[in-house]
């Protein structure tokens, strides 16, 4: 079992940024594919970005935009959104998988609270 606790969301303007963290208690983490999903009312919810060893997914929606990073030494994930859009609003989870296919199209068993996110225009 994973946990995972996310941190970091809050309302801004269109065009503002916000930093998402995402702590996982695991010693494993820094083998674990990571990924941030959101989900936005009455929409199914969607994959964001997801990284593993030495590759990242990303939505293109959020490309270069939004950027993905981790401190293994800390069991963390980010993510940086900069230029944010009220199109962005919704709630953001972030994710963990064991495994070396870290497509966020694949299933991702171990999810956090979620932070929610409000762009206003």
């Known amino acids: 079992e994973v946990h995972l606790v996310e941190s970091g969301g809050g309302s801004v303007q269109a065009g503002g940024s916000l930093r998402l963290s995402c702590v996982a208690d695991t010693y494993t983490y820094s083998s674990y594919c990571m990924a941030w999903f959101r989900q936005a009312p009455g929409k199914e919810r969607e994959g964001v970005i997801s990284t593993g060893a030495d590759h990242t997914y990303i939505r293109g929606s959020v490309k270069g935009r939004f950027s993905i990073s981790r401190d293994n030494a800390k069991n963390t994930l980010y993510l940086q959104m900069n230029n944010l859009e009220p199109d962005d609003t919704a709630m953001y989870y972030c994710?963990?998988?064991?495994?070396?296919?870290?497509?966020?199209?694949?299933?991702?068993?171990?999810w956090g609270q979620g932070t929610q996110v409000t762009v206003s225009s």
């Open positions: 994710a963990a998988r064991d495994s070396s296919l870290c497509d966020y199209s694949n299933e991702y068993p171990y």
